[in-house]
């Protein structure tokens, strides 16, 4: 049984709380003071406008890494140089992935993640 069903299913009011490491009685709750976290929640869109800003900051970051890589693949390729276009190729396209995963991986993590845990 979770330490909230405890809570919940305490008549009393007593059940004990560890508060930054201090046991302290719970408080009673009167039950016009208890709210839905659900009904609190905003649908609409991320939470942490932040976290979504970096992460995504990061990713175009990543992505402009990605593009001048690319670009300098083509220009070694274009002056006969074969290595050099394979090796900035392929930085480039991992550093394209690394940006897309970013972007997309907080965009998730911020719409679809942090949700599901606040149910």
Excluded at 45 to 72: C, D, H, K, M
Excluded at 76 to 103: K, P, S, T
Aim: aromatic share 8%; hydrophobic share 50%; with cysteine.
């Amino acid at each position: 049984m979770s330490r909230d069903a405890l809570w919940r299913n305490d008549p009393r009011g007593l059940a004990v709380r560890e508060c930054s490491g201090i046991l302290a009685p719970e408080q009673p709750v009167h039950e016009s003071e208890r709210y839905d976290k659900r009904a609190m929640a905003t649908p609409s869109g991320p939470q942490n406008v932040a976290a979504l800003a970096a992460g995504f900051g990061i990713g175009i970051v990543w992505v402009v890494f990605a593009v001048t890589a690319l670009l300098s693949a083509a220009r070694g390729y274009a002056n006969g140089r074969l290595d050099w276009g394979i090796g900035w190729g392929l930085v480039g396209v991992l550093l394209l992935a690394a940006g897309i995963a970013a972007m997309v991986g907080t965009w998730w993590h911020q719409t679809r993640v942090m949700k599901d845990r606040e149910h």
